[in-house]
């Protein structure tokens, strides 16, 4: 609140303007006369959806048959009074949202305020003033249209983007392939990914390459939502496409996805991406990085993480970058972290030593595995709370041991 | 004036929890009025509250403010409350504020007149505690509420026309249509129209060596945001695959196997692949369950349809696909067209591809591809609802 909201666009409160002359009102009064001179106000205006009852329970009835979007009730009727039939309404979550306007000829503040606790939401005082009336009746209706066409258009997002989002955790390797692909290079893959609701553009993945070899690669766009998502899921297709020629030469790849991606994204997006080779046999990790976050090596006592260079030049942003091949060493016990920005500013208590190298650290010299991986989770979790829209990876190598 | 109770009902004091950042702007020439009201705001748990003493102290105070709700007496001195209103809401930007008349004045036309001048509510003093604070609850709450779902909305709309406009950057622009007609002899007439923001159709052209031109239609499961990404990756992949296979059944082959390691179960996709051979005067082309398309030359009466049968991309990783060919003379056109053309409602039944294909023997005439396009849209929107994306091309080969 009282953050200045942009009104919607004129189009959008003409229709609901229009739209409230076909809003079902249903008018409630005992009094025949009563009704037939509200029916004649309404119909005066232009309202083509209006119809009646003349009690309390005749009134919860036609409301069970069709909810209307408005109510215009009288309180004092035989049998079931207004206060009442407001009550029994307001009990009902389906009916919570329900204008009801009631129409009184109560002065004492004594019964307003029962009107008001019964879950009235507007008083319109007897004799009926038509202007009055008419005013009341459309206030309620427009912000009620607009609120409608608002929820809808929000759900109907809502629910492209969750199918979006399914698919997103599609696209990641599932447990099962990095069981299957861990162990060709001898290593165990651990990964923690958050994906915004409103998606976005972190991904990483897994490449066949050979016998003992496995890429992997992980990429953050630039940008947000629906549009990073999109460029997110291109790069991924480009890089299983080239892992098939380049996969072995990560610098060759990575120049590769930048010619590509020059041509396909435009100005303003790019993807910092790391780009590695697990190698089994030779125990090192081969990389090139294009403005990633340093890899981390953690030696298997879990003491002095070595973090990896990683100054290439964000992949999408000129033609023509060249990446620098590095290796960094992978003995048996050690664990290789990569992880988006985000991860590594979580955790860092500026100044104090902890960061992510000393939550990943300390999880290593307690024997790493299953165990550290979830602490480190934890920790990761509790620092970005529960309500962080950034998306967010980490993911963890651990050399096996002989 | 009565004085405020006491003790609210306990369901007020329940609905205004939540409302503790709420701000009132209080407009009333009376400083006890004003005392009072803020005593009662500040028992029903709203603290940020501003006043003004008369109505232009108001409109100051409100670009200070940035209020979520006015209390606004009427009869003040300078500028009353009517013309206040009046005021404030031909600034758009206050153009929703609720706006809570509290006044003396009871007399109906008092009333319309405070409506018309864009009250958005009215109670008569002496004030009722109870009252005003379950009208001023009523409208911070709706406020909120509204707030949210537009910063919602705009903030949606802003990403989806980001991503809508990448999308149509995904298709062929109309310079390289001119210069594939320049080059080539062929003009392409296309119309692109996903069914929401984003669409999970998608064409594409390329000139192949010889003077031969690739064309190709997808049309994936879905639509909106899912479908559309989809798309950006069945983009990239024709893309890499145009090195290595002019051939339409192999080119939909190779598509097929990429996409079937990469879309989830219950995803697929229809696609057309085909290849304009001017020398040899032939469409080629193969299907993936995509409509059939349809050929037709000059002096004809009727277009010849060819066969779209064909495995669906994403089933099957292993599928091969057949190689098929229609004439396509000088002079003659080929068009091709997404399913949305073929499902549109008509009477209990759909129009299907003979319906479509009497629609476009009675425009064959019209020798300008874009006017034939646009004509056969038009006849197909006044057909009935199409709730699906559409695309359609048109390929005519220059005499």
Redesign the interface.
């Known amino acids: ?8 666009s004129g189009d959008a409160e003409a229709e609901a303007r229009a739209a409230i002359l076909d809003c079902p009102i249903l008018v409630v009064d005992d009094t025949a006369f009563n009704r037939t001179l509200i029916g004649a106000f309404l119909a005066e205006a232009g309202f083509r959806n209006v119809f009646f009852a003349k009690d309390g329970l005749e009134a919860l009835e036609k409301i069970a048959e069709r909810p209307p979007d408005l109510l215009i009730l009288d309180i004092m009727m035989p049998g079931m009074d207004g206060f009442e039939v407001c009550r029994r309404l307001r009990a009902d979550p389906e009916h919570a949202d329900l204008p009801i306007l009631v129409q009184t000829s109560l002065t004492s ?1 004594e019964d ?2 029962k009107a ?2 019964a879950g ?4 319109v005082s007897k004799p009926l ?1 038509r ?2 009336l008419l ?1 009341r009746v459309r ?1 309620h209706l427009e ?1 009620r249209v ?2 409608r066409h ?2 809808s ?2 759900a ?2 809502e ?3 969750a ?2 989002r ?2 997103h955790e ?2 990641l390797p599932s447990p099962t392939l990095c069981a299957t692909l861990g162990s060709l290079a001898g290593v165990t893959l651990r990964s923690h990914t958050e994906i915004s609701a ?2 976005g553009g972190d991904l990483w993945g897994i490449v066949p390459l050979d016998d003992c070899r496995l890429g992997v690669f992980l990429l953050n766009m630039s940008g947000q ?3 990073a ?3 997110a ?2 790069m ?3 890089l ?2 080239l892992a098939v020629d380049h996969g072995l030469d990560p610098a060759a790849m990575l120049a590769t996805l930048n010619e ?1 991606a020059v041509t ?1 994204l ?1 100005e303003g997006q790019h993807a910092t991406v790391i780009y590695g080779v697990i190698d089994g046999d030779a125990g090192q990790f081969v990389y090139a990085a294009a403005d990633s976050a340093p890899p981390m090596l953690l030696p298997p006592d879990g003491v002095e993480p070595r973090f990896g260079e990683a100054g290439g030049l964000a992949v999408g942003l000129a033609p023509g970058s060249r990446y620098q091949t590095e290796t960094l060493p992978l003995p048996p016990g050690a664990v290789l972290a990569l992880y988006s920005v985000a991860v590594l500013q979580a955790l860092d208590a500026g100044g104090t030593g902890i960061g992510l190298g000393w939550v990943i650290g300390r999880a290593v010299a307690e024997g790493g595995g299953a165990d550290g991986f979830a602490s480190v989770v934890r920790s990761l979790t509790f620092a970005l709370g529960s309500t962080s829209r950034d998306d967010h990876t980490l993911v963890w190598i651990e050399r096996s041991r002989p | 004036m009565t004085s405020p109770p006491s003790i609210l009902p306990a369901q007020l004091r329940g609905a205004l929890t939540g409302l503790e950042n709420a701000r009132v702007l209080v407009v009333d020439d009376n400083r006890i009025n004003r005392n009072l009201l803020l005593a009662l705001l500040e028992r029903g748990g709203i603290h940020q509250v501003e006043q003004a003493e008369d109505g232009n102290d108001g409109l100051a105070r409100l670009e200070m403010f940035n209020p979520d709700l006015i209390l606004l007496d009427l009869m003040m001195p300078r500028l009353d409350g009517f013309e206040m209103c009046k005021q404030l809401r031909g600034d758009p930007r206050w153009k929703n504020l609720p706006v809570l008349v509290q006044s003396s004045l009871n007399r109906a036309e008092d009333r319309a007149r405070a409506f018309a001048a864009g009250a958005t509510d009215y109670v008569t003093k002496p004030i009722n505690a109870v009252e005003l604070l379950a009208r001023v609850r009523i409208h911070l709450h709706k406020r909120a509420l509204l707030h949210d779902l537009e910063q919602y909305h705009s903030r949606a709309e802003r990403e989806l026309a980001l991503a809508r406009s990448m999308q149509e950057r995904l298709l062929p622009s109309p310079a390289r249509l001119t210069s594939t007609e320049d080059s080539l002899g062929i003009a392409i007439s296309a119309h692109f129209a996903p069914s929401s923001e984003l669409g999970g159709d998608f064409w594409g052209k390329r000139r192949l060596l010889d003077g031969r031109l690739a064309v190709y239609l997808v049309d994936f499961s879905g639509h909106g945001v899912g479908a559309a990404l989809n798309t950006f990756r069945l983009h990239a992949i024709c893309q890499q695959l145009a090195a290595i296979s002019d051939e339409p059944a192999a080119f939909l082959a190779a598509v097929n196997k990429r996409l079937c390691g990469l879309l989830p179960s219950g995803q697929f996709a229809t696609m057309l692949a085909g290849v304009i051979d001017p020398t040899a005067g032939v469409f080629r082309y193969a299907s993936a369950g995509a409509t059939a398309p349809m050929v037709w030359a000059p002096g004809d009466n009727a277009p010849q349809l060819g066969d779209g049968v064909g495995l669906p991309l994403g089933l099957l990783a292993s599928i091969q696909y057949d190689s098929r060919s229609l004439p396509l003379p000088p002079g003659g056109r080929l068009f091709l067209y997404s399913d949305a053309a073929i499902e549109i409602p008509l009477g209990g039944d759909v129009l299907d591809e003979a319906g479509l294909a009497a629609m476009v023997a009675r425009r064959m005439g019209e020798e300008d591809g874009a006017r034939f396009l646009d004509g056969l849209l038009d006849e197909l929107r006044a057909t009935g609802p199409i709730d699906d994306d559409l695309t359609a091309l048109v390929l005519t080969r220059k005499r």
């Open positions: 609140m009282s953050v200045f909201s942009p009104a919607l503040s307003r305020n008001f606790i009235t939401t507007d008083l003033d202007t009055e005013a206030i912000s607009l609120i608002l929820q258009y929000r109907r997002v629910g492209e983007l199918i979006a399914s698919m599609h696209l409103n998606l939502g629906v549009s998502a999109m460029n899921f291109r991924h297709t480009l299983h496409e590509r396909l435009e």
